[in-house]
């Protein structure tokens, strides 16, 4: 059973052009995270999101958590090539017994942005 | 400061046979873990610890032991290689556990033939 889901699994845009990847659980998690992973490496952290409602700003990368704290989303505005690669949510749950602390992660979502 | 190092990156083995992957951080931290990802699921947890001499099972333990003698190392046995185990695997590690950043390694690719 995947604890969090993403949308879409691919997406492929050109230059310039806005999207936006959704990570969706059916769980309370007590924080969220986006990784991004390039081919061939491991993910890197690009945010940490903790509170309900939060948002936060990277650059052009704009980062959603919930106000249930079930859901999250990432917005891109005006993409570039280099935004290319993997996009990866993960999560802690609030109350999971022994299992409290480890981190989760959906499938992923795979974006490529053409020139 | 070489972050997380794993070793070896590549490797190829037959069915049934034994090895170990090496994973090292000089970062002093607590917490390390163990992460398989295949094509289109994602990372899935081996095994993790939160201290020297401690560890525990994530979600798909079967067919893999670690041990943690050493804060800096964290080495993932396969104890007989099926072909269900030809997949990436990424050690992480982070200074402790909860929502901390996770530094990745760059990953060892893993066929089983």
């Known amino acids: 059973t995947q604890l969090l889901e993403q949308s879409p699994q691919f997406l492929s845009i050109q230059e310039g052009e806005n999207l936006t990847v959704y990570c969706n659980s059916s769980?309370?998690?007590?924080?969220l995270q986006w990784y991004r992973q390039e081919p061939g490496e491991g993910p890197v952290l690009l945010v940490t999101v903790v509170t309900g409602g939060e948002v936060k700003k990277l650059k052009r990368l704009t980062f959603q958590f919930g106000d249930a704290r079930k859901d999250s989303s990432l917005h891109i505005t005006a993409a570039q090539p280099g935004d290319t690669g993997l996009y990866l949510c993960a999560g802690i749950l609030t109350d999971r017994g022994s299992t409290l602390g480890r981190l989760y992660f959906g499938r992923g979502t795979q974006l490529t942005v053409w020139p | 400061n070489a972050g997380v190092t794993q070793t070896p990156k590549f490797q190829v083995l037959k069915t049934g046979q034994s090895m170990t992957l090496q994973c090292a951080q000089d970062m002093n931290h607590e917490y390390m873990s163990w992460y398989r990802q295949d094509p289109g699921m994602g990372l899935r947890l081996i095994h993790y610890s939160v201290g020297a001499g401690i560890t525990d099972q994530g979600e798909v333990p079967n067919g893999y032991n670690v041990s943690r003698s050493t804060t800096e190392d964290f080495p993932l046995r396969l104890l007989s290689a099926a072909p269900s185990q030809t997949s990436v695997y990424f050690c992480?590690?982070?200074?402790?556990?909860?929502?901390?950043?996770?530094?990745f390694g760059p990953g060892t690719r893993l066929l089983v033939l």
């Open positions: 992480a590690s982070s200074r402790k556990r909860g929502p901390e950043t996770q530094y």
């Open positions: 769980s309370v998690f007590s924080s």
